[in-house]
T-cell receptor, first 115, second 114 residues
Framework: AQSVSQHNHHVILSEAASLELGCNYSYGGTVNLFWYVQYPGQHLQLLLKYFSGDPLVKGIKGFEAEFIKSKFSFNLRKPSVQWSDTAEYFCAVTVGYSSASKIIFGSGTRLSIRP | DAGVIQSPRHEVTEMGQEVTLRCKPISGHDYLFWYRQTMMRGLELLIYFNNNVPIDDSGMPEDRFSAKMPNASFSTLKIQPSEPRDSAVYFC????????????FGNGTRLTVT
């Protein structure tokens, strides 16, 4: 069965530290990849997405992610985090096509930034 | 656009009662998803619709859960009878063209079953 793995459940960093959150998926076909962010008490919002083309995608607020097809990975990065980046981050993968497509979320990584 | 609208924002009910959660997707979106979020299980896909037709309900935990989408602008998720383990935040999300587009989430309904 298709799945999305986020190995880091809780990451604690100091401000200005660099961030990398891991995401791996298990599906051999064509995928669309997403990172969503959920700030405390809010709903999920799109951070960035990859459909095709340049495997390094840039999103909002200085985030970027790199799709490495051979590793089935789509890791999220930010060179210097801020306190306001405290949130939960979800990796998501779409498998299938058209009306059969299905979006699968990872379990999420909680990011805590120390001021 | 007002975004995806869910109601109620909070629901507290007693075990055994029927609970109905409501969702209005973004106009023009043809996919609607219901998710449940808990600390233990994260974000789980319960069911999704395409053009008002249920496509995959394999995530619906039990027969106590049912979902309908009578038209393009309204969907309900019903739990009957409710149990304490159903306590969670339920999110509705919609998108245009399914997996090729990002999801737009509502603010969620926080359900507490006592």
């Amino acid at each position: 069965a298709q799945s999305v793995s986020q190995h880091n459940h809780h990451v604690i960093l100091s401000e200005a530290a660099s961030l990398e959150l891991g995401c791996n998926y298990s599906y051999g076909g064509t995928v669309n990849l997403f990172w969503y962010v959920q700030y405390p008490g809010q709903h999920l919002q799109l951070l960035l997405k990859y459909f095709s083309g340049d495997p390094l995608v840039k999103g909002i607020k200085g985030f970027e992610a790199e799709f490495i097809k051979s590793k089935f990975s789509f890791n999220l990065r930010k060179p210097s985090v801020q306190w306001s980046d405290t949130a939960e981050y979800f990796c998501a993968v779409t498998v299938g096509y058209s009306s059969a497509s299905k979006i699968i979320f990872g379990s999420g990584t909680r990011l805590s930034i120390r001021p | 656009d007002a975004g995806v609208i869910q109601s109620p924002r909070h629901e507290v009910t007693e075990m055994g009662q029927e609970v109905t959660l409501r969702c209005k997707p973004i106009s023009g979106h043809d996919y609607l998803f219901w998710y449940r979020q808990t600390m233990m299980r994260g974000l789980e896909l319960l069911i999704y619709f395409n053009n008002n037709v249920p496509i995959d309900d394999s995530g619906m935990p039990e027969d106590r859960f049912s979902a309908k989408m009578p038209n393009a602008s309204f969907s309900t998720l019903k739990i009957q009878p409710s149990e304490p383990r159903d306590s969670a935040v339920y999110f509705c999300a919609s998108s245009f063209q399914g997996g090729e587009s990002p999801l737009h989430f509502g603010n969620g309904t926080r359900l507490t079953v006592t």
